[in-house]
């Protein structure tokens, strides 16, 4: 490990605070006189967990400084690399991120890999308190034989390619297949099926609208896409989808596709309607017409004319991928029938010790994101994947809190992490004003610099950001879009001249 640079600044020779502007609210004075200096805040990552807790902690705290530290080059996490590229109004979000990058109590610093360039300990020592928000990056592998097959991919990386995250622009998926299998019933689930049936030339119309930044790689392959039907299929049953109203209506309405939906599997659905919380009542109803009821006129030419559907499978968890003849890539998947136990939302699958084998080309696993551990000082719960927390704050380490999927685990939406992540600032900013946090003063990213310099890492500032969102917007402007997004980390560093 590299020295720690800043060990040579005498602590007290650090400028004190100047007294409280007169505007500040009588919170603020009392942090800042608990503190005597303003204080030097660290979060890592800077998706929606990490922006709306830094948002919080500069409304909040009329003195406090906080410092974003992004293993990107590029912000804004789940919106820019997870949101569906034909949902550009989720990703409207980022205006509010940008305002509080340009604050001047706010620095974004990516190009940085915390407990790679720089480790957690580091950072509590040159903050008065760290905040980790850096999400679920990795995929819940189904642990299957066969798992490994090519045409065998995480959702994850799939979403990932067609967004332009830059580890999978190399995917290039075979969209040669007729039949696509999704596995997990959850809103990702939807979204990638989503993306797999909308015909090519709704794409162009999303184009012309500039109402999609999907990458133009991925763009050109779904084009050329053979995948007629998609089946999404989970291990339980329609009481316990994870997917939201919103997501289900889409496909529902999916111009050039049809439903195909088994009366069977809603059986009795209809007198349980009434015991059943408004969301849950809602998709179930949706779902329930969807399968049940004979469509009006209109809606019924549609679906005959449609040349793509998509159908959703119940109580069948996947328990081997079945490979070719010649062994070189998927050719189909055997489900292990399941049966309930238990009612309701929480209601568990368990094998009957029936199966079932589906003829696919393509297998994309969509049973959960994770989180990884980002420095061995940090305690992580490997079967939840989440760092033990109270509240936010981490167990048993002072000064260390977590926000968004890392406390949580990864369900919800943007706005769930919004308020996730106010109540991590909340905790802060109480045990700031207890006095329970470091009380004297830190050098925050002056030291942090020192130490990334003596060790050849050169951060990305939020006005590099800035100028490689101009390139994008230039570039989509080309072909009607309203980004074409960098997908080569080497050329974004060009661009800056690095």
């Not at 303003?38 to 890592?44: L, S, W």
Request: aromatic residues 6%; hydrophobic residues 35%; contains cysteine.
């Amino acid at each position: 490990m590299a020295p720690r640079c800043w060990r040579w600044w005498h602590w007290s020779a650090w400028p004190r605070t100047r007294p409280p502007p007169a505007g500040s609210t009588p919170s603020s004075r009392r942090l800042l006189s608990a503190q005597e200096q303003p204080p030097q805040i660290c979060v890592v990552g800077s998706g929606p967990a990490g922006f709306y807790t830094a948002q919080h902690l500069l409304k909040h705290h009329a003195q406090a400084r906080v410092d974003i530290y992004e293993k990107q080059l590029v912000p804004f996490g789940l919106v820019r690399f997870g949101v569906a590229p034909d949902h550009p109004e989720v990703k409207n979000v980022t205006h509010t991120f940008t305002q509080t990058a340009r604050s001047d109590r706010c620095a974004f610093h990516g190009n940085v890999v915390v407990g790679r360039d720089v480790t957690v300990p580091e950072l509590r020592e040159a903050y008065h308190a760290v905040v980790l928000s850096y999400g679920a990056e990795d995929h819940r592998a189904l642990g299957i034989p066969g798992e490994e097959l090519p045409g065998v991919f995480s959702a994850r990386a799939f979403v990932g390619w067609y967004n332009g995250l830059p580890e999978n622009r190399e995917l290039a998926p075979d969209l040669s297949c007729d039949t696509a299998m999704i596995l997990g019933h959850g809103n990702v689930a939807l979204d990638v099926a989503r993306i797999l049936l909308t015909p090519p030339e709704q794409l162009e119309a999303l184009l012309s609208c500039q109402k999609t930044d999907i990458t133009e790689a991925s763009l050109g392959i779904l084009r050329q896409s053979r995948v007629k039907t998609v089946w999404i299929v989970g291990r339980r049953g329609p009481l316990q989808v994870a997917f939201t109203i919103k997501e289900l209506r889409e496909m529902v309405q999916l111009p050039g596709t049809r439903p195909m939906l088994d009366p069977a599997d809603f059986l009795g659905l209809q007198d349980r309607l009434k015991e059943m919380p408004r969301p849950r009542k809602r998709l179930t109803e949706l779902l329930l017409r969807t399968a049940t009821e004979k469509p009006e006129r209109e809606e019924a030419a549609r679906r005959a004319e449609a040349s793509r559907a998509w159908g959703l499978r119940f109580l069948r968890s996947p328990q081997q991928v079945l490979p070719s003849p010649d062994g070189q890539r998927v050719a189909g998947i055997r489900l292990a029938v399941t049966r309930l136990e238990g009612v309701g939302e929480t209601a568990w699958a368990v094998p009957t010790g029936d199966t079932e084998d589906l003829p696919c080309g393509l297998v994309l696993s969509s049973v959960g994101y994770k989180s990884r551990p980002i420095d061995p000082s940090v305690p992580f719960d490997p079967k939840l994947g989440v760092i033990p927390n109270t509240e936010g704050r981490v167990v048993d380490v002072p000064g260390l809190y977590c926000s968004g999927w890392v406390k949580r685990g990864p369900t919800g939406v943007i706005a769930t992490t919004m308020t996730d992540s106010f109540l991590t600032s909340q905790a802060l900013l109480q045990d700031l004003e207890a006095g329970l946090l470091p009380a004297g003063p830190r050098p925050g990213h002056a030291a942090i610099e020192a130490l990334l310099s003596s060790r050849g890492v050169r951060p990305i500032s939020f006005s590099d950001w800035e100028k490689l969102d101009a390139t994008e917007v230039s570039r989509g402007q080309r072909t009607g879009k309203p980004r074409e997004k960098l997908l080569d980390p080497q050329e974004m560093l060009r661009l800056l001249g690095r």
